[in-house]
């Protein structure tokens, strides 16, 4: 059995920072992409950022420039650094990797929430 937990998520002033952590335990092999999601209330989920097992990264258009998405393979963790966090940036983050653990497939966290006030 595979677990994604995440945990950072606050209540944060618009132009602060928070980072993200999302660890992955269990009887894993290795890990592929990790990736962040946040769904804003009404609105449907859409991705962040994600990086692959060799670091490569690619980022929301809306986010590029502001967040950093990293990992930490010794630790199965990956991390999202948000900057200059905007309003808009108010949503449920959560983190989904996918995972060989005998087999390949994708696990899901339960979600942090982060709140953005104006």
């Known amino acids: 059995q595979v677990q994604l937990v995440e945990s950072g998520g606050d209540l944060v002033q618009a132009g602060g920072s928070l980072r993200l952590s999302c660890a992955a335990s269990g009887n894993i092999d290795s890990i592929n992409v990790m990736a962040w999601y946040r769904q804003a209330p009404g609105k449907q989920r859409e991705l962040v950022a994600h990086?692959?097992?060799?670091?490569?990264?690619n980022y929301a258009g809306s986010v590029r420039g502001r967040f950093t998405v990293s990992r930490d393979n010794v630790k199965n963790t990956v991390y999202l650094q948000m900057n200059s966090l905007k309003y808009a940036g108010t949503a449920g983050y959560c983190c989904n990797a996918g995972v060989k653990s005998g087999y390949q497939r994708t696990y899901w966290g339960r979600g942090a929430q982060v709140t953005v006030s104006s």
């Open positions: 990086i692959d097992s060799g670091s490569r990264t």
